[in-house]
């Protein structure tokens, strides 16, 4: 019991036994799984299994969503985000999110990224803010880009330096999970390759957590991958034997193109 509670909590964020339904219908089924730091861990598998619906209950964005209900246990540093003392807000700065869309607001770029530590109360004046600023950029890989131009609209970014912006929004609350949902679905080959090398430079500070459906961005930014189907999680491992090495069938059969 005394270990279970140990290695439970040494894990960023462990998720036990997590159903998911939208009405009456179920997305996800009995889902275990642990997150670690400094890990990319990326979620592969057909489209409709499931990914971006478990994805969503690490952070609780599935409450945005009428139908959605969620079961089991999800734990960030061994603290359970469902309970009813948790503040949805500042969970969502500690695990932020990346969509694939870019969503800037149509705000300036400074602003973007200034919204979350001004909301949060991470600066108390302007220049505390305006180090903030440069620093997520900078982390963000945008900073030598946009640093003539903070006051241009976010909208008026290329698709990969709004994605960025959308990444450096996230790091400006210093977040310690990030949840990326297809950041690079909508982007072009270069575009992808940048963020896929920023994911690697952020994989020191936060555990990362990534949707794709693209298996070879999931062997190249990760280290563990886990494979859904129809809602279950068929198997999770490190990538390198997911991909080179699976245990299960069903698995074996989606890395070798048979479905999917
Ligand atoms: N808002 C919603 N309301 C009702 N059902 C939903 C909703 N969002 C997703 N679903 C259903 O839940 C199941 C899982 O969808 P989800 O989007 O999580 O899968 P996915 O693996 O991320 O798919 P894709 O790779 O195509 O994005 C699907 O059957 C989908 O139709």
């Known amino acids: 019991m005394r270990d279970s509670l140990v290695t439970a909590a040494s894990h960023k964020i462990s998720a036990r036994h997590v159903n998911v339904f939208y009405g009456d219908k179920q997305a996800i089924s009995d889902v275990s799984i642990d997150f670690d730091r400094d890990v990319v861990t990326a979620l592969i598998g057909p489209s409709g299994c499931g990914k971006s619906t478990f994805l969503r209950t690490l952070n609780r964005m599935n409450d945005t969503i009428p139908s959605a209900r969620v ?46 530590p001004r909301i949060h109360g991470l600066a108390s004046n302007h220049a505390q803010l305006a180090d903030i600023v440069e620093r997520s950029l900078n982390r963000a890989g945008l900073w030598d880009e946009v640093k003539d131009r903070l006051s241009d609209s976010g909208t008026a970014l290329s698709g ?26 909508a982007l072009d080959p270069i575009a992808t390759a940048k963020i896929e090398e920023l994911i690697h430079e952020l994989k020191g500070r ?55």
């Open 206 to 260: 936060y555990a990362i957590v990534i949707v794709t459906h693209n298996m070879q961005q999931a062997a190249r930014v990760s280290q563990r991958t886990a494979f859904f189907h129809l809602g279950a999680l068929v198997e999770s491992g490190s990538t390198s034997d997911i991909f080179t090495n699976p245990r299960q069938e069903r698995t074996k059969d989606y890395i070798t193109g048979r479905y999917g």
């Open 71 to 116: 079961e089991g246990e999800i734990d960030l540093d061994g603290e359970d985000i469902y309970a009813p003392e948790m503040d949805v807000v500042q969970l969502r700065a500690r695990v932020g999110m990346v969509f694939q869309k870019p969503n800037p607001f149509p705000k300036s770029i400074f602003e973007n990224v200034a919204y979350g």
């Open 160 to 185: 990969g330096q709004q994605q960025r912006l959308c990444i450096a929004r996230a790091i400006a609350v210093d977040p310690e999970v990030i949840l990326m949902d297809e950041p690079c679905s």
